[in-house]
Structure formats: structure tokens, C-alpha cells
């Protein structure tokens, strides 16, 4: 079966559009959480999600919408976007997102929005995290976002304790191979590694390969429905750095 696994949406309808005709045909969509927040467009990335063949778990931004998470514990430019996206979203799609579980088990994949040790919070942006989180999952692999930053992190062989960090190589599938991974298929509609490109993962669990893509969508368009919306500048900034 191939897998499109991506994560961080963010209410980017032209982000999630450009991944989803990028990827072309898929089996399924597996989300790894934070399908609002930060944009334009809640109510159709939800839609969108939900019309095609998918599986989802919750992430931090899609918890604070539903009144789940403090918003305190959000920067303020985070707190308005997602006091925002909360007033629009229609309550058929608040009880989907209040439906989504934590954490999600498929074949040898372990699927968390933060970390498998606290999936809704928690960072895996240096190894040492990674390290400790190899002990929270059973499976082989897992899959993570939330940093919004493409990586693989691989436990070392005849290792207990040590990992590496990996930059994605792009546009090429490589082998799984035998040692355990969490892999970060960066965000759709967000991006904070300097590319502002869509970031995802097409998984092949057949040829057991992975590949990391990015691909370039009309950013000024969701641009201008951020300032339109009054939505804080910041975030529309931001967009064009991939930052
Ligand atoms: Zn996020």
C-alpha cells in the first residue's frame, strides 16, 4: 500500500492541495494532528481531510480550538489565530476533531502529533529526545510533527541509547532498513526549516521505502486570506521564509 503521511495543515487549503496533487494517487492519508490553527481555512482543510481515505490523530493546535489545552500556553500571535480558527470552524467539524485519538498504531507504525512519550506536547527536535522516546513505542517505526521540520532520527545498531539525526534526502525513496526510526514528515502548511515548499512523506510499506518531498503552492493566495481575515501579520510573514 502507499501511504501520503503529512502532518501540520495548519488551515492551509493551497498547501494541502498542492500535496495531495504532488503525491498523486495514495491508499490512504495517514495525519498526524494540527489540521487547524495559524490559517485561513479550517473548515476546508477539515473537509478536504475528510473526503478522502484517511486516518488522523489529534495535535496541540487542534485540542486548544476545542478548549482542550490551555491557550495561555500559546504565543499570542498562536492564542489570536487560534481563538480565530475556533470561531469558524462549524461544530460537525469541532466534533471531529474532538473524536481524533492521541496516538494510532498501524502495522509496524507507531503514529504521534509531538512524541510517542507525550504526543500532544512534547518536541523530538534533538537526538537526545529521540533517544529517550525510542523507549515510549512498541513498533519498529514512528511517525512524528508538531516541530514542523522534515528529519529522520535513527536508533544506532547494537544501541540501546544513541541516535542519529538524519536530513531528509528528497524526491528519492530510501529503504527503511532494520533500525528503528522516528520519522518527521515536516508540515504542510507551515514549514520552519527555511523552505517554504509543503513538506510530506510518501511511504511504500510493500517495497518498505520512504520518500520526502516538498512542493512549491500558491503562498500569496493563503497570503492574502490571512490579512483579509486580520489574522496577525507575523504568520503571514512567516509563510514566505518557511519560518
Ligand atoms: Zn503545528
Known sequence: MRY???????????AFQAVLDDAGPVDEIWCLGDVVGYGP???????????????CIAGNHDWATLGKL????????????NLWNRKQLTSEHLAYLDALPETLVRGDFTLAHGSPR???????????????NFQHFETPYCFSGHTHT??????????????DALPPVLNEAIALGSERLIINPGSVGQPRDGDPRASYVLLDDEAMTLEHRRVAY????????????GLPL??????????
Request: aromatic share 8%; hydrophobic share 40%.
Open 4 to 14: 501520503l503521511v503529512l502532518s501540520d495543515i495548519h488551515s492551509n487549503l493551497e
Open 41 to 55: 481555512d479550517p473548515n476546508a482543510c477539515v473537509d478536504l481531510l475528510r473526503s478522502q481515505r484517511h486516518i
Open 70 to 81: 490551555d491557550l495561555r500556553d500559546f504565543n499570542p500571535d498562536a492564542r489570536e489565530a
Open 118 to 132: 507525550h504526543p500532544i506536547w512534547e518536541y523530538i527536535i534533538y537526538s537526545s529526545t529521540a533517544e529517550v
Open 150 to 163: 522534515p528529519v529522520i532520527f535513527r536508533l544506532q545498531a547494537n544501541s540501546e541509547a544513541v541516535a
Open 218 to 229: 500558491p503562498l500569496e493566495t493563503t497570503q492574502a486570506k490571512m490579512l483579509e481575515h
Open 234 to 243: 507575523r504568520l503571514v510573514l512567516r509563510l514566505g521564509y518557511g519560518w
